[in-house]
């Protein structure tokens, strides 16, 4: 018991307990101001009698609310673009901006199998063939890296 106490007391999961709570209740206010305000004026700009929500067709008996499944497309692609602007683009920024990406190694091919590999190594990850020293831009053989 002590262990799983520690694994819920651990701060990522109570805030990603947090998280979740949260974004349901977003996710709920966003569909009922989308079938509230927003369904019944695409209702009335589509000609229907200002609740698309309620729009069916009915084939042999069997109705499909299609105007429900719009809703749930309105409601989602909100979400989306709001957790999208709100929430990923500051946080890409913010990263950007703390923890710059360092710059990459030189690189250089490797004479044996062409595979990228630093230029201070002296064997290739790939092939794990031996690789000499670069002189001059061009590789030197590995027997005279010794």
Known sequence: MRGFRTFLLRGNVVDL???IVIG???TAL???FVKAFLTPLIGLASGATGNFAAQKFTVSSVTFPYGAFIDAVISFVIVAAVIYFLVVLPMNRM???FFPKA???PVRE???CLTAIPTAARR???CTAE?????GGQTAPADLAE
């Open 17 to 19: 307990a947090v998280g």
């Open 24 to 26: 349901a209740a977003f």
């Open 30 to 32: 966003v569909t009922a």
């Open 95 to 97: 990263q950007e901006k």
């Open 103 to 105: 710059a990459a190694a």
């Open 110 to 112: 490797c004479p044996e």
């Open 124 to 126: 290739c990850s790939a």
């Open 131 to 135: 690789v000499g020293p670069q002189i």
